[in-house]
Structure formats: structure tokens, C-alpha cells
């Protein structure tokens, strides 16, 4: 009797134990959870120095995933921009194009008018009549960025000095109030954000950065003007970073990787502030 009374005291120890051990570890699994899960669309063909900006994208963010505490996945399947798979993700990237099925750009609107965030590139802001790319998406690029049609870049690709304009968004905390930013063509867009009361410029090119360019031709290099780089929309969860480019070497036909715009820590502070702002914030 009293071995079977020992022995069921060392049964309850055991069991008690275990419990103890797992209430532990499903706590601790629960305090590792993601906040939240990203999904980043892309397609990487033709431009060598958007392609390269992709693999560096798909590189650097699992790493920040892991380190901030969230989920990242990359696709190339443009049918995947629709309403069941998209309600799996609080935040969707546009690495370098944008959508051009109907049903696609249709789900992301719905996706964005519902709260959704999303953070684009670069090129995915790009349209151009005539082009591959041409302005036939009105509520993208007129409502939702506010930019418009493309109008011109720099060349060759060149680092800029970049001014924080709104030092109150969570996207610059900690920033300093101008910073260099790593090697990218820079865009300029038919409309003048300034005056769109929806849309809050978050960093422009300092006139410090003049000329900015190199050529080799003329309109290539950029004096004077104002030229924003980064900005949110109020009616949505959006953020829009011009940078996205990385410098190739094209002249002398070896097409080398000369830049990567993940390199610049500053730069990558404000995108990692950028994106955790997109996927912790429940409200528009």
C-alpha cells in the first residue's frame, strides 16, 4: 500500500510537471506569435536593377521578419490578389509592378477600402502612356498614390539627401531630420502632392542633394524643384518609398550589382518603422 501510495505521489509530481511544462511552453509560443503577416507580390523580368532590388527585398525582409517579430512571404502569382487570400495578410507589398488583371486591381482596392495596409516600391508606382505600363488604373494612380503619370529620373542611379517632412509619423521616429539615402533612380510624377489634402508627405530630396544625377544626358541631372520620395494617404493604410533601384553596371556590359538599397541602415530604419506602423495599426 504505501509503495503504491509512493508511487502514486511520483505519477502526480510527474504529471503536475508536465502540465507545469506545457502551460509553459504554449505561453511562451503565444509571446512569440506574429503580429502580423505580410505578403509581398512581385515579378522580376526585364530591369536588371529592379530584379536585383527584389532578391535583396526577399533577403532582407525574412531576416527583419524574424528580429520584429512578424511573418513575410514573397509570390509571383498575381492570381493570389484576391479576396480569400488576401484576408489572410494585415499587410500586402508591391516590390517593383503592379496588377494589371481587372479582378486583381478590383480585390485590392476592396483589400485597402477595408483597412488593409500596403507598402509600395519604387516602380510599382510607374505608369506611362505609351508604355508597357500605361495610366489606365485611375483609382491607383490618382486616388489612392495621388501621383500620377510618371514624368522623368535621374540618372545614373546616385545617393540623395533626404528631408523628413513630417516629423510626427510614426515612420520617421528616430530618424534624423535629413539623412543619405542609398543609390536609386529618382522619379518624378505628373501631379503636385502639396496640393492633395489627402496625401502626407513623409520625405522629400533635400535641395542639398543638387545636382542630383549624373547623366549622361542633360534633363538626366536635376538642379532645382521639389520632388517628394515617401508618402502616406490618410483614407488608407498605404505608404509609397520611391527607392527601389539599385545601381548595375550596364556601361561596361557586365551588368554587376553596384548597389543595394538595403545597405543603408538610416534608409532601413525608416522602412522597418514604415512597415511595423502598416501592421500594428488598427485604425486608418
Known amino acids: 500500500m504505501q509503495k ?26 503565444q509571446s512569440t506569435a506574429p ?56 499587410v500586402v507589398l508591391f516590390l517593383d509592378t503592379r496588377p494589371e488583371n481587372p479582378a486583381q486591381r478590383l480585390a485590392f482596392q476592396k483589400y485597402m477600402e477595408h483597412g488593409g495596409g500596403w507598402m509600395g516600391f519604387h516602380f510599382a ?37 533626404l528631408k523628413i517632412e513630417n516629423s510626427q509619423h510614426p515612420a520617421v521616429k528616430d530618424l534624423p531630420a535629413i539623412f543619405k539615402s542609398a543609390p536609386n533612380e529618382w522619379y518624378r510624377w505628373k501631379n503636385d502632392l ?18 542630383l544625377g549624373t547623366g549622361p544626358k542633360p534633363y538626366e541631372i536635376w538642379h532645382e524643384g521639389y520632388y517628394p520620395v515617401a508618402w502616406t494617404n490618410t483614407r488608407y493604410k498605404m505608404i509609397y518609398l520611391n527607392m527601389g533601384h539599385n545601381d ?25 518603422n514604415s512597415l511595423l506602423w502598416l501592421g500594428r495599426t488598427n485604425n486608418l
Open 4 to 29: 503504491i501510495n509512493r508511487l502514486t505521489g511520483i505519477t502526480l509530481k510527474v504529471i503536475i510537471g508536465s502540465l507545469l511544462a506545457f502551460s509553459l511552453t504554449a505561453a511562451k509560443a
Open 35 to 90: 503580429e502580423f503577416k505580410v505578403i509581398a507580390f512581385y515579378t522580376g523580368k526585364d530591369d536588371l536593377a529592379h530584379i536585383s532590388f527584389v532578391h535583396r527585398a526577399n533577403d532582407w525582409f525574412p531576416r527583419a521578419a524574424v528580429k520584429y517579430g512578424f511573418t513575410y512571404e514573397a509570390t509571383t502569382n498575381w492570381n493570389d490578389l484576391n479576396e480569400d487570400f488576401l484576408s489572410h495578410y494585415q
Open 125 to 161: 508606382a510607374f505608369a506611362l502612356t505609351p508604355s508597357a505600363y500605361p495610366q489606365n488604373w485611375d483609382w491607383y494612380h490618382n486616388i489612392f498614390l495621388g501621383s500620377g503619370e510618371y514624368v522623368s529620373n535621374t540618372w545614373r542611379p546616385t545617393p540623395a539627401f
Open 194 to 211: 502639396r496640393t492633395n489634402s489627402d496625401i502626407k508627405i513623409l520625405l522629400s530630396i533635400d535641395p542639398s542633394s543638387f545636382p
Open 248 to 272: 548595375m553596371d550596364y556601361e561596361h556590359g557586365t551588368n554587376k550589382e553596384l548597389s543595394n538599397t538595403f545597405d543603408n541602415e538610416t534608409q532601413n530604419k525608416f522602412i522597418i
